[in-house]
């Protein structure tokens, strides 16, 4: 991630998305690209907006239950049946492609999304799928990307230790607050899982926070993923125990991984969860090796993060589904018509239907 992904990247994304939104460009690819379906993924949802001129690097990751509410309503409007992961698989597996339709999926266990996201989906009466990393209940995950944030944000210096060499950033304006997020992102994402939650644990503890304390004041407990899972609107997913990215661990790791999460998730809410989620989803976090491990551990669908629609090939990948982001940078109808139309991935991965090495 570098300063231009962080600051002026969304601004260069809308202004090409308007470019091709309103001379109705996307139109004439609609027909080709809108495929039979879409998976919606989603983060955290809140009350309010995030402000838009502050330091807030995961913006992406939250949007407001108002605009989950209108993306609803559009949804319908727009004559797609919204729909759970079982019945994506059974209109992809059969073929039924007599209506569109989408599904809408919420990854990690975050307690907004009981608090702000249950109520929207519950008012629709729409199904939806939770996607829950165990170590979020259990109050052991290292929400590091948030503490990284929440860090940078409440300093004007950040002294830190990456790989051995020690570096300063003085973070005493916004710009520079993105400059170090940038830096420090990039190299903790390049790290062995242990290694970069070992080092946001010692910069949590150095800067005065408690990784602990954020991921139980932020998840949901098991209490609340058994109201949820009682309710018949709710499909609750495996994400793993500790949303490592899968990819930089070795296959039995993988296993023990996937496996205990749905092992625990089975006894502690009484459901044995069929569909899964990759942490993080992008090609550097999971790829063939993963979905062919899933698929023979016999969940029925898994997701990644990979932008695209549904067609009818993925029939044959469903180990390896893409999904559509509702981002917090594009919370606008507009936006929502324009991705369903599957214009802007049909262009982002040049005109390929199928992406799953």
């Known amino acids: 991630m570098t300063l231009l992904s962080s600051t002026t990247k969304p601004r260069l994304m809308k202004a090409a998305l308007n470019t091709l939104y309103y001379p109705q460009l996307y139109r004439l690819l609609q027909p080709g690209w809108q495929g039979v379906g879409a998976v919606f993924t989603l983060h955290h949802v809140s009350k309010t907006p995030t402000d838009s001129s502050a330091f807030a690097p995961n913006r992406i990751l939250d949007i407001t239950a108002d605009f989950l509410d209108q993306t609803l309503t559009l949804v319908r409007q727009s004559g797609y049946d919204i729909i759970t ?59 590091w990307w948030e503490l990284l944030e929440r860090i940078i944000a409440g300093q004007n210096r950040i002294d830190i230790d990456l790989d051995g060499h020690p570096q300063v950033f003085e973070t005493t304006s916004t710009i520079a ?40 004041e932020h998840s949901m407990d098991w209490e609340i993923l058994q109201t949820l899972a009682n309710d018949d609107l709710v499909t609750i997913g495996a994400h793993t125990i500790n949303h490592f990215a899968l990819r930089k661990l070795p296959a039995d790791k993988v296993i023990e991984e996937a496996l205990n999460s749905r092992d625990e998730l089975e006894r502690r809410l009484g459901k044995k ?27 029925d669908t898994a997701t990644t993060t990979r932008k695209a629609m549904l067609y009818p090939e993925h029939a044959r990948h469903l180990t390896a589904l893409p999904r559509i982001s509702l981002n917090g940078d594009y919370q606008s109808d507009h936006f929502t018509r324009l991705f369903l139309s599957g214009a ?6 040049r005109f390929r239907k199928m992406n799953v090495s």
């Open 344 to 349: 802007p991935f049909a262009l982002s991965n």
């Open 177 to 216: 607050k993105y400059q170090a997020w940038d830096t420090i992102y990039k190299q903790l994402r390049k790290m062995p899982e242990q290694q970069q939650r070992a080092m946001i644990g010692v910069l949590a503890k150095q800067y005065g926070m408690d990784a602990h304390q954020h991921c139980v």
């Open 85 to 143: 992961l079982d019945e994506v698989r059974r209109r992809l597996v059969e073929k039924d492609f007599s209506r569109k339709f989408v599904s809408f999926t919420l990854d990690d266990g975050y307690l907004d999304n009981y608090l702000n996201a249950y109520p929207v989906f519950r008012k629709h009466n729409a199904p939806f799928t939770i996607y829950v990393a165990t170590a979020f209940p259990n109050g052991d995950a290292i929400l």
């Open 273 to 299: 969860p069929r569909h899964f989620s990759y942490p993080y989803g992008d090609p550097g976090s999971a790829g063939p090796r993963e979905f062919e491990i899933i698929e023979a551990l016999g969940f």
